[in-house]
């Protein structure tokens, strides 16, 4: 089974606080992506990760792809309320025939 | 439209009816897909098409689910004698092609079985 882990399930933190959000597994990933869930609304696509060691930066939020294209990081600066949502991490796996989803991080920045 | 579309936003059915929701993906996306979630939860899949090819229903929970897509485009999840289990979001997402590429998403059916 080719799964997605991704670490903390929920995060609850202040405005201003920095963070990260974890997305690991066994099997190699052709590539990886981030999406955004708000309330009541669909995933939304952030970055697509393909190389391994690739760091992608999106104003606050840094994504990094492993070197072993295994697992991903995405790293939050000074988070705002407006960062609040469910963080997804998904995947091709390199031999595989379907898109794998994590399970999802929740988190909650308080102003 | 610009993006994907699903009807209804909100379903609410009695224990032991069918149910149809629909999706509209995006135009010129070859590949679409069917998940469900849970409050707060990750995605699971039900079923995914490509192109003209046989959909891979994999993840469908049991034969009392069933998808179609007509035309190559719109395409209708049909739930047949509804569980208080099925309640959940059902996401529809397309893709330009197949499950390598990204997927954009519809806003989801909120479906409640009483």
Same mark, same amino acid.
């Given at each position: 089974?080719?799964?997605?882990?991704?670490?903390?399930?929920?995060?609850?933190?202040?405005?201003?606080?920095?963070?990260?959000?974890?997305?690991?597994?066994?099997?190699?990933?052709?590539?990886?992506?981030?999406? #955004?869930?708000?309330?009541?609304?669909?995933?939304?696509?952030?970055?697509?990760?393909?190389?391994?060691?690739?760091?992608?930066?999106?104003? #606050?939020?840094?994504?990094?792809?492993?070197?072993?294209?295994?697992?991903?990081?995405?790293?939050?600066?000074?988070?705002?309320?407006?960062?609040?949502?469910?963080?997804?991490?998904?995947?091709?796996?390199?031999?595989?025939?379907?898109?794998?989803?994590?399970?999802?991080?929740?988190? #909650?920045?308080?102003? | 439209?610009?993006?994907?579309?699903?009807?209804?936003?909100?379903?609410?059915?009695?224990?032991?009816?069918?149910?149809?929701?629909?999706?509209?993906?995006?135009?010129?996306?070859?590949?679409?897909?069917?998940?469900?979630?849970?409050?707060?939860?990750?995605?699971?899949?039900?079923?995914?098409?490509?192109?003209?090819?046989?959909?891979?229903?994999?993840?469908?929970?049991?034969?009392?689910?069933?998808?179609?897509?007509?035309?190559?485009?719109?395409?209708?999840?049909?739930?047949?004698?509804?569980?208080?289990?099925?309640?959940?979001?059902?996401?529809?997402?397309?893709?330009?092609?197949?499950?390598?590429?990204?997927?954009?998403?519809?806003?989801?059916?909120?479906?409640?079985?009483?």
């Amino acid at each position: 089974t080719q799964l997605l882990e991704q670490s903390p399930q929920f995060l609850s933190i202040q405005e201003g606080e920095n963070l990260t959000v974890y997305c690991n597994s066994s099997s190699v990933f052709s590539s990886l992506q981030w999406y #955004r869930q708000e309330p009541g609304e669909g995933p939304v696509l952030l970055v697509t990760v393909v190389t391994g060691g690739e760091v992608k930066k999106l104003k #606050r939020l840094t994504f990094q792809f492993g070197d072993a294209r295994k697992d991903s990081s995405l790293h939050i600066t000074a988070a705002q309320p407006g960062d609040t949502g469910l963080y997804l991490c998904a995947g091709p796996p390199e031999y595989g025939n379907k898109l794998v989803f994590g399970a999802g991080t929740i988190l #909650r920045v308080k102003s | 439209g610009a993006g994907v579309s699903q009807s209804p936003s909100n379903k609410v059915t009695e224990k032991g009816k069918d149910v149809e929701l629909r999706c509209d993906p995006i135009s010129g996306h070859t590949a679409l897909y069917w998940y469900r979630q849970s409050l707060g939860q990750g995605l699971e899949f039900l079923i995914y098409f490509q192109g003209n090819s046989a959909p891979d229903k994999s993840g469908l929970p049991s034969d009392r689910f069933s998808a179609e897509r007509t035309g190559g485009s719109v395409s209708t999840l049909t739930i047949q004698r509804t569980q208080q289990e099925d309640s959940a979001v059902y996401l529809c997402a397309s893709s330009f092609t197949g499950f390598r590429y990204e997927q954009y998403f519809g806003p989801g059916t909120r479906l409640t079985v009483t």
